[in-house]
């Protein structure tokens, strides 16, 4: 069964700095990874994902996500983070009919 | 022009009433979900329906039932509401299920806090 383990339930940075938000995966066949971003009281809106046509994978709002089969990671990263960026993250892993979420990372951005 | 959207956004019921929240995709795809999350943030699937079959049931309590009568439409009925029911529902729409190691996205809607007292 595929899984997903986001390292870190809290993350905080300075506005500007780099954010970097940790995931590693279990599957038995080659994954499909995608991160989530949810902002207070609202959806899950998709950030970006990974299909297997590349490694390095760009989405939305200036983040981007490197798939590494060797790590078994698919960390997400923003070179200089923005206030708005303050939310909660989920990497998720497609499984059987389902997503399979990740427990979820929180970032803070400290002006 | 809302994809995905939920009824109510709000929702705070006593112990033991039964409840509706109902859910409505756009998007035209074949597959809705319904996902719970917990106080933790920890989202699970509960629910997933292709063209109003079901396919997924996560050993969700029978008091939660899922009604699909288009596959538009995904609404889910709770009976006997218990404090531990509290939480966010979250509908999901996609344009096909995993069939035969398929890559799709899904797309989800605003959310259901629910809150039992």
Known sequence: ?111 | DTAVSQTPKYLVTQMGNDKSIKCEQNLGHDTMYWYKQDSKKFLKIMFSYNNKELIINETVPNRFSPKSPDKAHLNLHINSLELGDSAVYFCASSQESARGGAFYTQYFGPGTRLTVL
Request: hydrophobic fraction near 40%.
């Open chain 1, 1 to 111: 069964a595929q899984s997903v383990t986001q390292l870190g339930s809290h993350v905080s940075v300075s506005e500007g700095a780099l954010v970097l938000l940790r995931c590693n995966y279990s599957s038995s066949v080659p994954p499909y990874l995608f991160w989530y971003v949810q902002y207070p009281n609202q959806g899950l809106q998709l950030l970006l994902k990974y299909t297997s046509a590349a490694t390095l994978v760009k989405g939305i709002n200036g983040f981007e996500a490197e798939f590494k089969k060797s790590e078994t990671s698919f960390h997400l990263t923003k070179p200089s983070a923005h206030m708005s960026d303050a939310a909660e993250y989920f990497c998720a892993v497609q499984g059987a009919q389902k997503l399979v979420f990740g427990q979820g990372t929180r970032l803070t951005i400290n002006p």
